[in-house]
């Protein structure tokens, strides 16, 4: 199939479903389901730019210092729990409980506690991302390849450099994959933290606009939320490649996994 | 002859035992060795005789349960700076996040030694294994002889007086294995280093050495150590064809029939009985 | 001391210990009296006293129930789709780019619209499920299907079996083990939303009760339901690894790479 009969069938779906469903809207009568044209005037009204500093900036430097403070604390914390086994095995049973908590468990006490601040927000952000970044560091740490090790001793490696130059870049592929869900439950707390507490953001201006009937500011998020989605991800796969590029480049060579 | 040669490291009395939860496994008894400064040693042995425990023990990488190793009059007790270790998998051993030249300067990390001479031993030793030019590609970028070139470019960078070779060249095909022999024969002899060798490959260890050792197994004992004066300059023709090698051949090939055959007929009553 | 008795040991010592760490901080240390932080012993007291509640049952079924139904359609819809993608060259191009932009976007944008047409239901906090749980089954579904060792599929072909017998037999169960990791993860997804739902709308559940708490501002009760989740939780991860294990013993093509 040429380039072109590939873009234009996967263009396909997308363009039937927006076509469907703006000959459905177009009376623009239906209180659920408002028409593409008042979306967009929305869309364009709130989030070009009026609304941008108010209620989407401070959302997304809220996720940046979470995700920031589970890199920070998570990667180390597993580093750490992945090469001294005792203390592995000390705190497996609460790893184990705490992976298996729906990440939304941790909003309602920490808004008790810490009120609807961004602090609280921080906080649920950075718990929420950090059990994957930390888990998946303990175990990419874990599965360092013996041979390496013996090599590292060897060579007369000092235990820094051995985790800096060998136990780190090893475990990084494994860790890329647990600050990709990191960042997803980080985005999806943030939104879901200011449905439950809070006095601006994209969550809270849905939430108010759903309690008014306001349907079109409800699109209008849909689509926000879905292109800052997009974009995130897009801007997490550009930094993961610069840092795993060794690893994307082997698998490609060698033809599998 | 004999009084030139130096002793570079000696182990007394070496013996190693693993202890698992209800059960011990003695695999290194009782061995004494002496490798001598500049000499090319190869350790052969039937396969589970113990020869990877032994080269573990003899770097420094596991200690012994008893006995010692003395490297030029002091008790060896962890990896030394003047020792180097070739592994037996290349493809587990190199970095694969690293570039050729960044695996190959990794000893030197931490030694003080100034970037740009980093940068000018790299340069030699990649040159002196014939691998100039590949400093910036990545190692599963080269093929599998290249990948043990660069693990021999990067024992050498520290460029050390003992040399280890585990199996150096057990994954590699036919071809490439005597090019790789030749080279490590050939570096040996110019960097006057001594070459410790384990192999199963008979033919490669009376090839490449001045000195086999023939390990008996269960638990590894050395049962003979066989003179090898094949002359400083070897060929995979002429040398393979001298009335000496094949006489030495045919030795150590009879030596190891007679440890496994001596060891085969408890282990086949053993299988039977289970 | 055998290793897996000083790993069980250890983990109790730690589960014991950071209660204590809990309790003292407190009771008496640094964090005592802040406001909506129980003790470790008021939780407990607090759990042990809702475990004779009917309501925590029900709500515990309920969402047990919110969280299987949403699983069962995510995965059928998921896998199936993924199957499609994996045989058939079309749609796969058809659907990509579709699933390239859409697998990014949190689900719970959907969460109020969705709330305004549906209310505030189990059928809208299966809804919200599904929708979340999809995305794993799906793209497992599609590693499965394409990642299928070209060795096993030449041996196939060289046998000449039927190309049915080839896709039935050697394609999906070679994929079975990605499948069971993708409804594994599916299942801890669906239940993430079946929680939240109810937490973010006051639908039906256990996420309803934690809402009704925390109005309430009854931290006590707050802490002790959310450790009711995390035991509900843990269940069900549990049941579906194991489920994922089998698999991937019977059918996986080595205990390494299934490790991986």
């Given at each position: 199939m040429s380039r072109l009969g590939r873009v234009l069938l996967g263009s396909l779906i997308p363009i039937v479903v927006l076509v469907i469903y703006a000959f459905a809207t177009r009376s623009g009568l239906d209180p659920y389901y408002p028409s593409m044209a008042s979306i967009s005037s929305r869309f364009s009204e709130l989030w070009l730019f009026e609304r941008v500093g108010s209620d989407v900036w401070p959302s997304m430097r809220n996720l940046a210092f979470g995700y920031l403070v589970?890199?920070?604390?998570?990667?180390?914390?597993?580093?750490?729990?992945g090469m001294v086994v005792w203390l592995h095995d000390l705190l497996a049973p609460l790893i184990d409980f705490a992976r298996s908590v729906p990440a939304i468990i941790f909003i309602p006490p920490l808004i008790l506690v810490l009120g609807i601040g961004d602090v609280s927000k921080v906080l649920i952000i950075a718990l929420?991302?950090?059990?994957?970044?930390?888990?998946?560091t303990i175990d990419g740490v874990r599965k360092t390849d013996r041979a390496l090790l013996d090599v590292a001793r060897a060579i007369r490696l000092s235990r820094r450099r051995t985790i800096w130059n060998i136990v780190l870049p090893g475990a990084a592929p494994s860790i890329m994959g647990g600050a990709q869900t990191g960042l997803q439950v980080g985005f999806f707390l943030l939104i879901a933290s200011e449905m439950v507490g809070a006095s601006s953001g994209i969550g809270y201006l849905m939430m108010r606009a759903q309690a008014s009937f306001d349907s079109p500011t409800l699109w209008a998020g849909i689509v926000l939320l879905s292109l800052m989605g997009f974009v995130l991800n897009l801007l997490f796969l550009a930094v993961r490649n610069r840092i795993i590029h060794w690893h994307l480049a082997m698998r490609a060579v060698s033809g599998s996994r | 002859m004999n009084d030139l040669r130096q002793p570079r490291l000696v182990m007394e009395a070496g013996s190693k035992t693993y202890y698992s939860r209800n059960a011990s496994k003695e695999?290194?008894?009782g061995i004494d060795l002496t490798v001598h400064a500049s000499e090319f040693l190869s350790i052969v042995g039937p396969s589970g005789a113990g020869?990877?425990?032994?080269?573990?023990?003899?770097?420094?990488?596991?200690?012994l349960s008893s006995g010692r190793i003395i490297l030029d009059g002091e008790v060896l007790t962890e990896p030394s700076p003047v020792v180097s270790v070739v592994f037996q998998e290349y493809s587990r051993s190199l970095m694969p996040w690293m570039t050729v030249a960044d695996n190959v300067a990794l000893p030197l990390r931490g030694r003080k030694v100034p970037r740009a001479s980093v940068k000018a031993r790299v340069g030699e030793?990649?040159?002196s294994v014939g691998l100039s030019g590949t400093e910036r590609q990545h190692?599963?970028?080269?093929?599998?002889?290249?990948?043990?070139?660069?693990?021999?470019?990067?024992?050498?960078?520290?460029?050390?007086?003992?040399l280890f070779m585990d199996e150096p060249f057990a994954s590699v095909d036919a071809q490439t294995r005597l090019d790789l022999e030749d080279l490590t024969r050939r570096l040996q002899q110019e960097r006057q280093m001594s070459v410790v060798l384990i192999t199963h490959d008979i033919d490669e260890a009376i090839y490449l050495s001045d000195r086999v050792v023939v390990l008996s197994k269960?638990?590894?004992?050395?049962?003979?150590?066989?003179?090898?004066?094949?002359?400083?300059?070897?060929d995979q023709i002429s040398t393979r064809e001298l009335p000496a090698f094949m006489e030495r051949r045919s030795h150590v090939l009879g030596l190891i029939r007679e440890i496994q055959h001596a060891k085969a007929v408890p282990a086949e009553l053993s299988t039977s009985s289970s | 001391m055998s290793r897996a008795m000083r790993k069980s040991i250890l983990g109790v010592a730690g589960v014991v210990l950071s209660l204590v760490l809990w309790q003292y901080l407190t009771v008496g240390g640094p964090l005592a009296q802040t406001p909506g932080l129980p003790t470790a012993s008021g939780t407990f007291e607090r759990a042990v006293k809702q475990a004779g509640d009917p309501e925590l049952w029900s709500a515990l079924a309920t969402t047990l129930v919110v969280t299987l139904a949403a699983l069962l359609i995510a995965s059928l819809l998921g896998i199936g789709v993924g199957l499609l993608m994996g045989y058939s060259k079309i749609f796969s191009t058809a659907l990509d780019p579709l699933v390239q932009f859409l697998r990014p976007v949190p689900p719970v944008a959907l969460l109020p619209v969705a709330l305004l047409v549906m209310g505030p239901t189990s059928n809208l906090a299966i809804l919200m499920a599904v929708v979340?749980?999809?995305?794993?089954?799906?793209?497992q579904t599609l590693v499965g299907v394409r990642g299928v060792d070209n060795v096993t599929l030449d041996a196939a072909r060289a046998m000449v079996l039927p190309p049915l017998l080839i896709q039935t037999r050697i394609v999906l169960l070679s994929a079975l083990p990605h499948i069971a990791t993708g409804i594994r993860i599916a299942a801890s997804y669906a239940l993430l939303m079946a929680i939240a739902t109810g937490i973010l709308t006051g639908a039906p559940g256990l996420g309803r009760s934690i809402l009704f708490a925390q109005q309430a501002g009854d931290s006590a009760l707050v802490f002790a339901l959310a450790v009711y989740a995390g035991i509900l939780g843990l269940a069900i991860s549990q049941a579906f690894s194991r489920i994922e294990g089998r698999l991937t013993r019977d059918y996986g093509p080595t205990a390494e790479a299934a490790a991986s």
């Open positions: 589970a890199i920070a604390v998570g990667v180390p914390v597993g580093l750490l729990l929420g991302a950090g059990f994957p970044l930390l888990i998946t | 695999v290194l008894a020869k990877t425990t032994l080269l573990r023990c003899l770097s420094g990488l596991m200690p030793v990649l040159e190692p599963w970028q080269l093929s599998g002889g290249m990948q043990q070139r660069v693990a021999i470019a990067r024992a050498l960078v520290t460029q050390p007086e003992v269960e638990p590894a004992t050395v049962r003979e150590i066989i003179e090898n004066d094949l002359g400083a300059v070897r | 979340t749980a999809m995305w794993p089954a799906l793209v």
